[in-house]
């Protein structure tokens, strides 16, 4: 198995970094502009890039702390795996550690994906800190 992982110290508040990646406005102002998602535990979200489409089940919501997701439909190698953001209040920032985990092996695309995930998560950081992400 491999597993992508990324931290980074976004400086805004866990409730307002937890907001943007729950809602769909927040998910649809960092990560997809075209966003279709519920804050419920068992509710399949669902980001359209285009022709491609990511479907992600939420398994677990912990306000201000964690959020897992799973991957029902995206490429072959995303389904099954699962994305988790752990947040960490550390003086009124919030300490973000990201893992897109499960992966059979480390391929190409996976190489792809943690770069764009970490792009991703800048993104996030911005729009937390600034007000302006930058989506797809």
Same mark, same amino acid.
């Given at each position: 198995?491999?597993?992508?992982?990324?931290?980074?110290?976004?400086?805004?508040?866990?409730?307002?970094?937890?907001?943007?990646?729950?809602?769909?406005? @927040?998910?649809?102002?960092?990560?997809?502009?075209? *966003?279709?998602?519920? +804050?419920? %535990?068992?509710?399949?979200?669902?980001? /359209? #890039?285009?022709?491609?489409?990511?479907?992600?089940?939420?398994?677990?919501?912990?306000?201000?702390?964690?959020?897992?997701?799973?991957?029902?439909?995206?490429?072959?190698?995303?389904?099954?795996?699962?994305?988790?953001?752990?947040?960490?209040?550390?003086? @009124?920032?919030?300490?973000?550690?990201?893992?897109? *985990?499960?992966?059979? +092996?480390? %391929?190409?695309?996976?190489?792809?994906? /943690? #770069?764009?995930?970490?792009?991703?998560?800048?993104?996030?950081?911005?729009?937390?800190?600034?007000?302006?992400?930058?989506?797809?």
């Amino acid at each position: 198995m491999a597993d992508i992982r990324h931290k980074l110290t976004i400086k805004a508040a866990p409730a307002e970094v937890y907001h943007a990646i729950t809602t769909q406005e @927040g998910l649809s102002h960092w990560w997809c502009r075209n *966003t279709v998602a519920k +804050t419920e %535990t068992g509710f399949v979200n669902r980001f /359209s #890039f285009g022709k491609f489409v990511i479907e992600m089940k939420i398994m677990q919501l912990a306000p201000t702390q964690k959020v897992v997701w799973e991957c029902l439909a995206a490429t072959e190698e995303w389904i099954g795996t699962k994305v988790t953001f752990d947040l960490e209040d550390k003086d @009124g920032n919030t300490v973000l550690r990201f893992g897109h *985990t499960g992966w059979e +092996t480390q %391929t190409d695309l996976f190489a792809v994906c /943690s #770069f764009d995930w970490a792009m991703f998560l800048r993104s996030l950081k911005l729009l937390c800190e600034t007000g302006e992400g930058e989506p797809q």
